[in-house]
């Protein structure tokens, strides 16, 4: 990518190809707060105009190690890496949404990246007897144990946005917040545009310490 903006620094997305990570790469080139960006993926994605402003590594999940090169020289990295237990099952849905990041997180921190910014879910708790939240709440305390400079976890409700693939009962409730956050903007729900916009802004001005906040309409943050 050509040095457009952001003083030199560089960045890497996993999980571009979803529905958070298609939006977040859109504002990063929009903004240019990085003169490189990185995409890091199970394949190359068909980005179209925008495919000649970013590098793309192509990595094997089940072999991460073997890629740690893909992971070296990038001063931030955006983790929106993740599957459902309906898609994957449900030891899928923790190698990926637990597993892979933990890992991909502690190479990251090996080559060099300074702070990671991790989009977790609303109500994430490693003690939670729900798979979903626990496995969020276990790689948050898995990616913050590994030492960043700068840790952001977002954590997000029900996300409003057009998905790629089908999920019945979850259109059926981005239906209803979506009405009711048009009205009344709620911790309930959060257009992906904002999650999208919140990760770019917390790596422009960085919180220290390990504050807890909330950004309006549901994107809950954590900073270590």
């Known amino acids: 990518m050509a040095a457009a903006g952001g003083g030199g620094r560089s960045c890497f997305v996993l999980g571009a190809s979803g529905e958070t990570g298609r939006v977040l790469l859109t504002e990063l080139l929009a903004r240019r707060p990085f003169a490189?960006?990185?995409?890091?993926?199970?394949?190359?994605?068909?980005?179209g105009e925008a495919e000649a402003a970013v590098e793309q590594a192509v990595v094997d999940f089940e072999r991460l190690g073997e890629h740690a090169a893909a992971f070296q020289g990038h001063d931030v990295g955006f983790c929106c890496l993740g599957t459902t237990?309906?898609?994957a099952g449900a030891d899928g849905f923790v190698r990926v949404d637990r597993d892979y990041v933990a890992q991909a997180a502690e190479l990251a921190r090996a080559?060099?990246?300074?702070?990671?910014?991790?989009?977790?879910?609303?109500?994430?708790?490693?003690?939670?007897?729900?798979?979903?939240?626990?496995?969020?709440?276990e790689v948050e305390n898995l990616v913050q144990a590994v030492g960043f400079d700068h840790c952001t976890i977002l954590r997000p409700a029900v996300?409003?946005?057009?998905?790629?693939?089908?999920?019945?009962?979850?259109?059926?409730?981005?239906?209803?917040?979506?009405?009711?956050?048009?009205?009344?903007?709620t911790a309930y729900s959060v257009p992906v545009e904002l999650v999208a916009k919140a990760m770019v802004a917390c790596v422009l001005q960085p919180g220290e310490g390990k504050d807890e906040h909330t950004h309006g309409r549901g994107v809950g943050c954590s900073h270590g």
């Open 159 to 185: 996300l409003l946005c057009k998905r790629q693939e089908s999920r019945p009962m979850e259109w059926i409730v981005q239906q209803f917040l979506g009405a009711v956050a048009r009205l009344f903007p």
């Open 36 to 47: 490189r960006v990185t995409l890091i993926g199970r394949r190359r994605l068909s980005l």
């Open 111 to 137: 080559g060099g990246c300074k702070h990671f910014v991790l989009q977790s879910s609303r109500g994430a708790n490693a003690q939670s007897r729900f798979l979903y939240l626990r496995v969020k709440g």
């Open 85 to 87: 237990r309906a898609k």
